[in-house]
């Protein structure tokens, strides 16, 4: 299975009475297949995944599956605090089509390096599904080093992690971790032209919500090696990324998807809406440039 390229971290829209809203997740899918993403992360993070019910992850995952049927990877978000809750979403995931499990460090409870370790042996042995590694050092309040990340590769079942940090040293030690049995897959926006460049096999991206087809043509300029078309297409999508850094995510690229009409701006609490205001003005202009936006609001 080739996991690569421009992959995106999907949001989850929700209706006004704050369900979720299948209609508009079956419309961002589509603008997603027609723009060139080459696979799917459902009820990560952006999907605002610790917000769901247990149903409506299987809705919401079922729903992805059928209806991307077999077009690109379909990857879950399974990653929770507890191992044997992440052990089960990931059977569940996998009872539901997924293709692969995305299993983010656990967070709040900062485990050490041993227990990281073992964490991620413990999934990938009894979860059923491949699984990519998530680094995110702000959101999980510990990091997953590359040294406990050079001994999990040899896993057969874990296939990959995406790493967050994008500064140099951390660019430069995943890069060094790199196989053809393990890929390593930026997390960042902001620096993932450097990591491609480094060698990262693709990018699982939030601002691909929203601009599908430039970020797609972004992952390829960077894939190829070539410095200049890099920059030239780094250049083009850098205004709509730094609107994006205006609050924490999903915040923003749900106002985006509002402004394409894919879905209402709200996530759920305790998240809240993008106010009217610079940073939602910010956001509607750097995306007009890019894309044409369903509503002026």
Same mark, same amino acid.
């Given at each position: ?109 900062? $485990?050490?390096?041993? #227990? !990281?370790?073992?964490?991620? +042996?413990?999934? &990938? ?5 491949? =699984?990519? /590694? ?117 915040? $923003?690229?749900?106002? #985006? !998807?509002?402004?394409?009409? +894919?879905?209402? &701006? ?5 998240? =809240?809406? /993008? ?23």
């Amino acid at each position: 299975m080739d996991i690569s390229g421009s992959i995106t971290a999907l949001a989850t829209p929700f209706a006004v009475d704050g369900s979720l809203d299948l209609d508009a997740f079956g419309r961002l899918l589509d603008q997603q297949l027609a723009g060139g993403t080459q696979a799917v992360v459902v009820a990560g993070s952006t999907g605002e995944s610790h917000f769901l019910e247990h149903d409506e992850f299987k809705r919401l995952l079922a729903f992805a599956v059928k209806h991307i049927n077999k077009r690109v990877p379909v990857i879950a978000g399974t990653g929770e605090a507890g191992t044997a809750k992440t052990i089960a979403t990931t059977r569940l995931a996998k009872e539901l089509g997924a293709d692969v499990a995305l299993v983010v460090a656990p967070f709040y409870v900062r $485990p050490t390096q041993e #227990g !990281l370790h073992r964490h991620f +042996l413990a999934v &990938a042995d009894q979860g059923g599904l491949p =699984v990519i /590694l998530y680094n995110v050092p702000p959101r999980t309040g510990c990091d997953i080093a590359p040294e406990t990340v050079a001994v999990l590769r040899d896993h057969p079942g874990i296939i990959g992690i995406k790493e967050a940090r994008g500064d140099a040293e951390r660019i430069r030690a995943m890069a060094e971790l790199i196989r053809p049995d393990f890929v390593y897959l930026s997390g960042d926006d902001g620096s993932a032209h450097q990591a491609m460049l480094a060698g990262a096999a693709g990018t699982i991206s939030v601002v691909a919500n929203l601009v599908p087809g430039p970020f797609r043509a972004f992952c390829d300029a960077a894939r190829s090696g070539d410095a200049g078309r890099t920059a030239s297409a780094t250049a083009r999508l850098a205004p709509l990324i730094d609107a994006l850094n205006c609050a924490p995510n999903p915040i $923003p690229v749900k106002a #985006g !998807l509002a402004l394409l009409g +894919l879905g209402l &701006a709200a996530p759920r609490l305790p998240l =809240v809406e /993008l106010e009217p205001g610079p940073a939602l003005a910010k956001v509607r202009e750097t995306l007009a440039a890019l894309a044409p936006l369903a509503t002026a609001a």
